[in-house]
């Protein structure tokens, strides 16, 4: 099994729908981060957690939600879908203090908002 | 702020050739790494390595090579003799501790598209 699991792989949801991508993960470790893959963009930042208490935003956190609902769960929502929230979701994970340690990704899910 | 640019969106170039990619960073941290991932066709994203501030000492990996110099704020990445396996979108990351509260994020480039033709 994979170390940090985002599901769904794929979702398709119409515009103005609730939508939320879960993630979870078997590392261990506190910090988990919410990034947007867009093409020619990188991945951008939409939000971080330290622990369950600690939810910080990102740089691009607008229209978007977050629940760390244990240590192991961090979960992203989109409250109003829109189009051009399609995009590639990635979660990761980071061990806690140290500047070193690379980030451990899930395999990523992909939405299409039409 | 921190800012990671890889201005080079699309390479492509023929098997056996080298090929550099590009990586210029900011940052006002003097203690901070570096990081190369690369995203298969697969999507997933797959650590290559890190480098530290303080360690100038360029890295071998099989084909791979890394040249880390301070004075230029660059971090480029060598293929040598690349093969069509090396095609995929290869990412620059820095991390630093990101002021009082030690957010110590991961911030990324834009990517780099690399096509190896056979």
């Known amino acids: 099994d994979a170390d940090v699991t985002q599901t769904p792989r794929n979702r398709i949801t119409k515009t103005g729908k609730r939508i939320m991508l879960e993630c979870s993960q078997t590392k261990g470790h506190d910090r988990m981060y919410w990034y947007r893959q867009d093409p020619g963009l990188g991945l951008r930042l939409i939000y971080y957690?330290?622990?369950?208490?600690?939810?910080n935003k990102g740089e691009i956190s607008d229209g978007y939600s977050v629940s760390r609902q244990a240590q192991a769960k961090f979960s992203l929502s989109l409250e109003s879908a829109i189009p051009n929230q399609t995009a590639l979701y990635f979660c990761a994970t980071r061990r806690t203090g140290d500047l070193s340690t690379e980030a451990f990704f899930g395999q990523g899910t992909r939405l299409t908002v039409v | 702020a921190q800012k990671v640019t890889q201005a080079q969106t699309e390479i492509s170039v023929v098997e056996k050739e080298d090929v550099t990619l590009d990586c210029v960073y900011e940052t006002r941290d003097t203690t901070y790494y570096l990081f190369w991932y690369k995203q298969p066709p697969s999507g997933e994203l797959v650590f290559l390595i890190r480098?530290?501030?303080?360690?100038?000492q360029n890295e071998i990996s099989g084909r791979y090579s890394w040249n880390f110099q301070k004075s230029t704020s660059s971090f480029n990445f060598t293929i040598t003799a690349s093969q069509v396996v090396d095609s995929a979108v290869y990412f620059c990351a820095l991390s630093e501790a990101g002021g009082i509260q030690g957010a110590q994020k991961l911030v990324f480039g834009q990517g780099t598209r690399l096509t190896i033709n056979p």
């Open positions: 480098r530290n501030s303080f360690d100038e």
């Open positions: 957690s330290f622990d369950v208490k600690d939810i």
